[in-house]
């Protein structure tokens, strides 16, 4: 089955505590990214990727990192999360059609 | 001013109504238009995509776009239970890097039985 997958789905977490987000597509898919998802806001990108080792910011990227090693994965870094960060997140791919983006299923993310 | 603006509702609607969605924009280079659906707890799905201004059917769906009047709009017809979601409009350039699509803030709509 075609699909992109995040881990974990749910985190609750503590300020100035690493942590790592992992997405992964199975679709082959050149370009992925990160989304944001807060109420009244709307789904905001963080970060996105269009090759192995090709990733530029998005419209919110700061507090976060990423990195594309694999084409099939690309991890989300909070290397010092704060409350702020408190939000759902998704990862999300595509091949070179811009509006087909296939989403994760979310992972929702608190930070205390 | 944000580039997609969408009314968040919530919308409750009857079941067999017509529903009228609605997003207007400001980036006068966006050439697709986006309509995604996210049910709870899901990431969101495409539904409709339109290229430039016109419209397209897809069975009980159909998507509008107005370049002239920057509007976008998506019409369900005989609304059902399992349309109840929220809907997210998005606009994107042609072959932007990174697939960067702008997204509205969503609306809530509640199909009753």
């Known amino acids: 089955e075609a699909q992109v997958t995040q881990n974990p789905r749910y985190l609750i977490t503590v300020t100035g505590k690493k942590l790592t987000v992992t997405c992964s597509q199975n679709m082959n898919h050149e370009y992925m990214s990160w989304y944001r998802q807060d109420p009244g806001l709307g789904l905001r990108q963080i970060y996105y990727s269009m090759n192995v080792e090709v990733t530029d910011k998005g419209d919110v990227p700061e507090g976060y990192k990423v990195s594309r090693k694999e084409k099939r994965n690309f991890p989300l870094i909070l290397e010092s999360p704060s409350p702020n960060q408190t939000s759902l997140y998704f990862c999300?791919?595509?091949?070179?059609?811009?509006?087909?983006?296939?989403f994760g299923p979310g992972t929702r993310l608190t930070v205390t | 001013q944000k580039e997609v603006e969408q009314d968040p509702g919530p919308l409750s609607v009857p079941e067999g109504a017509i529903v009228s969605l609605n997003c207007t924009y400001s980036n006068s280079a966006f050439q697709y238009f986006m309509w995604y659906r996210q049910y709870s707890r899901k990431g969101p799905e495409l539904l409709m995509y339109?290229?430039?201004?016109g419209n397209k059917e897809d069975g009980r769906f159909t998507a509008q776009v107005d370049k002239s009047s920057k509007y976008i709009s998506l019409f369900i017809r005989d609304s059902q239970p399992s349309d109840s979601a929220t809907y997210l409009c998005a606009g994107a350039r042609s072959g932007n890097q990174g697939g960067k699509l702008i997204f509205g803030q969503g609306t809530e709509l509640s199909v009753k039985p």
């Open positions: 999300a791919s595509r091949h070179d059609r811009a509006y087909e983006q296939y």
């Open positions: 339109t290229y430039s201004s």
